[in-house]
């Protein structure tokens, strides 16, 4: 099983990226998908998170309004829209698998290796 993140990078604060999120070895449509991110020296944390058909997504407080995720099965692929970045968006970004929305926020089965995001000032 792989989950291969990319999308980040460095922004301007006030600037917009999209996180990409490839599963490989799973039968994609069967797991719920989550974003997480790990800010410097502070615990991972969740972000957002995604129904396995798309139909349904919950969103940490700290991003509503900005992010967006969202996924698309014929691709095996989940995404995270990220708009009106702040400096504390920074962080490295994981994306995650569970068997349920309640699984990928609490005990996901699969984790990607992270990428990571920079926003300056």
């Known amino acids: 099983v792989q989950l291969v993140e990319s999308g980040g990078g460095l922004v301007q604060a006030g600037g917009s990226l999209r996180l990409s999120c490839a599963a490989s070895?799973?039968?994609?449509?069967?797991?719920?998908m989550a974003w997480f991110r790990q800010p410097p020296g502070k615990a991972r944390v969740f972000v957002a998170d995604?129904?396995?058909?798309?139909?349904?997504?919950e969103y940490a407080d700290s991003v509503k309004g900005r992010f967006t995720i969202s996924r698309d099965n014929a691709k095996n692929t989940v995404y995270l829209q990220m708009n009106s970045l702040k400096p504390e968006d920074t962080a490295v970004y994981y994306c995650?698998?569970?068997?349920?929305?309640?699984?990928?926020?609490?005990?996901?089965?699969?984790w990607g290796q992270g990428t990571q995001v920079t926003v300056s000032s």
């Open positions: 995650a698998a569970g068997t349920t929305m309640l699984a990928v926020t609490t005990n996901p089965a699969y």
């Open positions: 995604i129904s396995r058909n798309g139909d349904s997504t």
């Open positions: 070895g799973i039968r994609f449509n069967s797991y719920a």
